[in-house]
């Protein structure tokens, strides 16, 4: 028994695998103990390996030892218990979700430290002990604790892989080596690990240099959206005080009008209004004169009648006799028609101007331009839908399929009289303007000039005012049997290549990229212009003879 003030180590009488006090407690043959349900439990575990072992110092037994209770341990353990003493709790931690938890704990498994890759366990602080202290353990590797360690095992030899296979890129065990992997090129796991962490160390350079410069991109981006946001709230600041002015001219222009109307009415019905009081006292003394020389002629004194009548019958001149001098009733009319033509001039001026200003908002680019796409997959991303316009198609242009396919007539349409029409060459432009990054394609016949052009090409005049391709205004591809010919300012470039009957066209705007290209099974560059476009562009076709045919495809 323990003598009076002896107070025993509780620890020293806990199983290492449940880390509490020892219940029913056995002696293996190496000398620890254990409750004897702990251990039966751990071999019962390791049945098929026919090997049995312990738990702390991993001697090996075969076969298996017969487990009897160890009667005074028991006494002991029991008089440690009755004296209230329990086992003092681990400074360790339960394992909880997602953490590695100790292979060697019974019941509340605790959070394991280190994993052994010879055990292939996973092993707490108290569990892990004996590999610190016994010499078996001193050449077991051990890491930061991990689930996957069954992924160590060769599936196919149930032996530890050590060694990797350079050949296959795969680690394999010793057997493997000896059996399907003979002859290739193998080196040991610790050797392949050390290479690859030389790599893993570039790699992981190369990354953190790429960190720092697309760190440096993001804060150069970050001072841009600071600048474009600043600029932004200067420009619409500038703008609304710019509108506000032309806003209060224009109130100005409307109230001096107005008031120079109101003036001009004022005085010219006060000058009416005074020649009609005259008349009216005209009207006054006539109708007097009347009534006087009608009582005279009821008279029957002829001395009477012939003393008076001259007097009565002499009638004075009218000084205001103003029917001979109105004018025909327009009176105001002439002005209004002169602030009509003031309307049109401004309307034309601010749709010529609005045109620049809204490419200049457009053509503000942080980034620089994407690349030009490749596939024709990648161009129909940017496909736009565009439609020929009635009121610039020459005469002898007949349009069809929604205003999308022109052909050359021998007699002309009766189309209405429009400043837009091209009037000597059969030429005919899109309704739609063409900023931004756009995409379409054209079927053709014939001889055909497709094109793109400003809206403020010559309609008529002389032929190199006026056709594309032949003037700074326009760019054209020329189409026809044999050959391809790219046309600008009057200068042809040859394109020596096959022809195909589908064209398609790439417009970025703001990168002032036009390219041609032939479209068949493959896309096909013809001819690539690198420029800077200062106002919005528009397609055209120019078709060289009758019944040929240009058609804007339906891309889809």
Partial sequence: MAQRGFQPDSAKFCCSICLDLLKDPVTIPCGHSYCMSCIKDCWDGEEHKEIYSCPQCRQTFTPRPVLVKNTMLADIVEDVRNAGLQAAPPDLCLAGPGDVACDVCCGRKLKALKSCLVCLASYCEHHLQPHYQSPTFEKHKLVNPFKQLQQN???NHDEVMKIFCRTDQQCICYLCSMDEHTGHHTVSAAAEWKERQKELGVSRQKIQQRIQDTEKDVKVLQQEVEEINRSADKAVEDSEEIFTELITLIEKR???VKQQIRSQQKEEVSRAEEVQEKLKQEIAELRRKDAELEQLSHTEDHIHFLQNYPSLSCLSESTDSPSNN????SFFEDVTAAVSELREKLQDLLSEEWSKISLTVTGVDVLLSQPEPKTRAEFLQYSCHITLDPYTA???LSLSEGNRKATVMTAEKSYPSHPDR?????QVLSRESLTGRCYWEVEW?????????????SRTGTEIACRFGHNDKSWALYCYNKNYEFQHNNIKTEIPLPVSSRVGVYLDHRAGILSFYSVSETMTLLHRVQTTFTQPLYAG??????DFTAELCELK
Avoid: H, M, Q
Wanted: aromatic share 18%.
């Fill in 153 to 155: 095992i060769c599936s």
């Fill in 254 to 256: 409307r109230s001096d």
């Fill in 326 to 329: 109105i004018r025909p009733l």
């Fill in 394 to 396: 020459n005469t002898y």
């Fill in 422 to 426: 091209f009037i000597e060459l059969w």
């Fill in 445 to 457: 016949k014939g001889a055909v000039y497709i094109a793109v052009s400003y809206k403020d090409i």
């Fill in 541 to 546: 076709l120019w078709l060289r003879g009758w």
